[in-house]
Each structure stands twice: as C-alpha cells, then as structure tokens.
C-alpha cells in the first residue's frame, strides 16, 4: 500500500515533471472570460488581497493586479513562478519563509511550495480566491482534503471566485478532472454559501478536449461565501 507521503511526493514530481518538459496546455494566452465577467460580483475594495491557490504563471494574477488588488499565490514549481515574472518583464524579489519560497513584483507574490504547507499567518490578509484550474487539478482523494486546508487558513467572511468543469469521467483521465456543480455543493456547503452564476456547455470551443473524445465539457463558474467562524 502506498502511504500518503509517497503519494504526495509523486503528485509533486507529476507537476515539477510537467513544467520541466513545458507540458502546460491548461496556461492560457489570455485572461480567463469568467474573471472578466463575474469579478464585479465580489464587490471588492481595490486595496483588497487575492489569493491565487496553484497558480501556475497564470495572466489572470496580471489583471487581478491591474484591479488595484495585491495578489498572492502559491505554486509548487519554480519554473512556474520564474516563468511568469521573466515572461511579464517582472524582475522578482525573494527570500526564504518556512518551507516556501516568496518570490514578489510589484506586489504580487508567488509562494513557492506546497499548498498544504501554508498556514493561517499565511492568509491574514486574504478577503478573496479567485480559483481557476486548481480544484479541478486535483484527484478526488484530495478533493475535500483540499478544501477544508483552504477554508481552515482563510480568514471568515471569505469570497471565492470558483471555475468548475464537468465532463464524463470515464471519457478522460485528468488532470483536469471532472468536478460538477452538485460536487463543489457537497465540498463547500458546511463551509460556504454558494451561488451558481454560470453554466454553459463549451465543448464546440475546446478542441484540445474534443481531440480526446469527450463528448460533453461543461463550465461552470460559482460564487462562494464563507460563513462567519
Ligand atoms: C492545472 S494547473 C493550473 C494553473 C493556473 N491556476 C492556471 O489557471 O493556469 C495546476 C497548477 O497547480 C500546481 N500545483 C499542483 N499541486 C500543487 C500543490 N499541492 N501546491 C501548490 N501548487 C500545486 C501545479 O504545478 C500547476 O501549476
């Protein structure tokens, strides 16, 4: 049987692996619509601190900023983290914070390491999430783990910009992995209030997903509230 250190330590070389060999299909060229569409909804103060859950080198931690938001993220390859500032004219400050590295431009700050290593001080000043492509990177087994890590280290009274997809499991091995609608209810609901504010059909948009035979791709984008403690 396979504990679950070693379990942690494959997932990790998986995802050091993929940005090693420049295996990242889930990057986007440009900011991601549901950003752009539903941000407004959090009513955020410009001042405000977003915390970005496995960011890769993710655009959409640029227009956060643009916002007037700082931007945290965290990140388990350098690569990652290194790629995003060269690859945006940043040149990074860093320096060791526990088991992470802290890269940081023009306040935005990526944490380099393992996003069950963050803790509470690590979050103090977090009012929102915005999460792309994070939830869904992860097997179900992590799932929940996931989540209640999350909602331990985030202050009350949290929102969370979620982007969800669905798919037929069996079609496909992830990552991304299919997580539907009725699944971010079951993870969240003890947490969080939630809203669902869109859901739309976008496999005519994805051959990448077509080419792979799935036959129904889903996007969902959803609105959480944590409950006060
Ligand atoms: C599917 S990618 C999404 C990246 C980004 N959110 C985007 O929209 O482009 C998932 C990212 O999570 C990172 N990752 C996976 N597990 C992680 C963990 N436990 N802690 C921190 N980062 C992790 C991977 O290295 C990868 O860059």
């Not at 003890?190 to 129904?216: D, E």
Request: proline letters at 4%.
């Amino acid at each position: 049987m396979i504990d679950d250190n070693s379990q942690a330590q494959s997932r990790t070389a998986y995802w050091l692996e993929r940005w090693e060999r420049n295996e990242t299909g889930f990057h986007q060229t440009g900011i991601n619509p549901y950003l752009l569409e539903f941000w407004h909804e959090l009513q955020l103060s410009r001042d405000s601190t977003v915390f970005v859950p496995l960011c890769g080198k993710s655009h959409d931690m640029l227009w956060l900023r643009q916002q007037g938001h700082t931007v945290q993220g965290v990140e388990l390859s350098t690569t990652a983290a290194q790629a995003f500032f060269s690859e945006n004219g940043l040149i990074p400050q860093s320096h060791a914070h526990g088991r992470f590295m802290h890269w940081e431009a023009n306040d935005i700050a990526i944490l380099c390491g393992d996003f069950f290593d963050l803790g509470t001080q690590d979050m103090r000043n977090v009012s929102a999430v915005y999460d792309r492509a994070a939830l869904v990177a992860l097997p179900p087994d992590l799932r929940q783990r996931y989540v209640d890590h999350l909602l331990r280290i985030l202050p009350e009274n949290t929102q969370i910009l979620l982007i969800t997809l669905d798919y037929p499991q069996h079609e496909m091995t992830g990552p991304p992995f299919a997580v539907s609608f009725n699944e971010v209810t079951a993870l969240f609901q003890a947490y969080a209030g939630i809203t669902l504010l869109s859901q739309h059909n976008v496999l005519a948009q994805n051959p990448r997903f077509q080419a792979r035979g799935i036959s129904r791709l889903e996007e969902s984008a959803v609105l959480l509230k944590t409950f006060a403690r």
